[in-house]
Nanobody
Framework: QVQLVESGGDLVQPGGSLRLSCAVSGSIESIRAMGWYRQAPGNERDLVARSTTSGSTYYDASVKGRFAISRDNAKNTVYLQMNSLKPEDTAVYYC????????WGQGTQVTVSS
């Protein structure tokens, strides 16, 4: 069984920073990609950032230049560094891993508010 455990969500003021972490454990065949999605109330779950094992990365246009995804392959952990946070970044953030089936974490709440 594969488990993804996220941490790092919090309440932060606009302009602040947060770092999300997601540790993957369990029976994993091979990780092909790791990523972060977010879902605000009433909205669909949208891709924020994604990193493939081959080395490519993707960022949604709304976070490009502010967010950075990184991975520690030895620890099967993916991070999302979020800088210059805006109120519109408020959402539940989910990590995902393609190994090769897609697995999801339980979500961590990020609230950006003064």
């Amino acid at each position: 069984q594969v488990q993804l455990v996220e941490s790092g969500g919090d309440l932060v003021q606009p302009g602040g920073s947060l770092r999300l972490s997601c540790a993957v454990s369990g029976s994993i065949e091979s990780i092909r990609a790791m990523g972060w999605y977010r879902q605000a109330p009433g909205n669909e779950r949208d891709l924020v950032a994604r990193s493939t094992t081959s080395g490519s990365t993707y960022y949604d246009a709304s976070v490009k230049g502010r967010f950075a995804i990184s991975r520690d392959n030895a620890k099967n952990t993916v991070y999302l560094q979020m800088n210059s946070l805006k109120p519109e970044d408020t959402a539940v953030y989910y990590c995902s891993v393609d190994a090769p089936s897609r697995y999801w974490g339980q979500g961590t709440q990020v609230t950006v508010s003064s």
